[in-house]
């Protein structure tokens, strides 16, 4: 997803009332609504090359299970954002089907579209942390460095303005430097970050902090 400010704007109100108009507007919404889904853009990232792949193919790529590759597929499909290509011979026997995107069917998105850049966000924030929280489980004598928590703070406006911006400008500053980084000894991880609004009053529990850092390695 690129980089995306929104801005406020005002309603423009409903444009046309013919029921081809309002059916295409329906999926429309129903294409974005499926679209916006980090598993989903990945598949379609990987379809992206031009090269048809099996529900097997892509399964390989995420390291995810048939069954859930062919959920997100079955969707795709459903829309027509991704289309049936093809088929091949595959194990025992199975003839296996190939597909690839179809960029024509792709959901047309404004940057003033905030329901889908929310939804969107959230469900990428969500999957990096299902991951991880994986990944720190299944790995817990080797257990990478991390750091996972929130805060719930009540300070004025211009002061979290300010925060925000010094917070989007540390995180975009360590990304640049490394976004084209090769080779050496690298370690992939996900960097992700919030500042929400929230309903909640201020309690014992408003810093919920979990972190870990492993001893340094004697040389």
Known sequence: MPYISLTKTGSNGKNGDSESE???????????????????????????????????????????????????????????????????????????KLYSVDTENWPVVSEDDVDYYVDYTVSWMNERHREGMNILKSERDNM???????????????????????????????????????????????VTFAILPSREKKTEDSRNILEFEPDAKES
């Not at 048939?66 to 011979?89: C, D, Q």
């Not at 002061?159 to 050496?184: P, S, T």
């Open 22 to 96: 309002d059916a295409e507007k329906l999926l429309s919404e129903k294409r974005k609504k499926i679209f916006r889904h980090p598993i989903r853009d990945r598949i379609l990232g990987i379809l992206r090359d031009g090269k048809p792949r099996t529900q097997s193919d892509i399964g390989k790529i995420l390291a995810m299970s048939n069954a859930a590759v062919h959920y997100h597929v079955k969707l795709l499909l459903e829309v027509g954002i991704i289309k049936p290509h093809s088929t091949r011979p595959g194990p025992n026997g199975i003839t296996e």
């Open 144 to 190: 990478p460095p991390f750091l996972a928590g929130s805060y719930s703070v009540c300070a004025p406006m211009e002061e979290l303005i300010q925060f925000k911006r010094e917070v989007e400008k540390f995180f975009n500053d360590f990304y640049m430097k490394y976004e084209n980084a090769a080779g050496g000894k690298l370690s992939t991880f996900a």
